[in-house]
């Protein structure tokens, strides 16, 4: 990202760019934000990260689903696309009957061990050992605590993901840039599924102009 400090340094020393009640403007100029307080302007190239965050400062205190998020910013889902919010996940990584297959080879190795192991056929119930080992392997990794099924990662949690990463790195940004008016944004912004600038107080309130 390439961050281009628009007023003098000596207008607002480092953290002392904003105060209480002090007001923070974002504002887009094609490829370019320009972010402003107190006298103290810097511009960042656009990212999708400033653009989820823009999207939250214009609706301050309402969550926002990660998906609406990317929809919003990314023009994804606005052509009547189904809703990804109800799509669910890819399905299970081992269904069902996978399942019921594992554990059936489980108990059949486990048996053939013990008859090797009885009958003195050390090797072979060495090479037995080795295919359960494996087998049993494979099913930690399809299979989460408690043995509940873990699932292909959904649309959801994909945006989750990528918008949280995202929001935080426009977030460290602004703080870099504007550390006074940037640090009280960075408090106020939750990530997650659902995202949304809570502003509190006195603090620095952010706008985005249009």
Known sequence: AVLVRL???SQAPPGTDAGPSATAT???DG??????CNGTAVR???SKGLGYLAELLLSPGIERHALDL???VEGVGLTGEPDRRALGHAGELVDGRARAAYRHRIEALRADIDDA???GRLEQAEALQIELDQLVAQLAQAFGLGGRSRVAASAAERARLNVTRALRSALAKLV???PGAGGALDRHVRTGLYCAYQPVGDEVRWIVQS
Do not use: C
């Not at 490829?31 to 402003?36: E, F, H, V």
């Open 117 to 119: 192991l009885e009958d």
């Open 70 to 72: 990317v929809d919003r």
């Open 176 to 178: 870099e840039a504007l």
């Open 31 to 36: 490829s370019w934000w320009t972010a402003s």
């Open 26 to 28: 974002l504002q887009r």
């Open 44 to 46: 960042l190239r656009h």
């Open 7 to 9: 007023a003098p340094a």
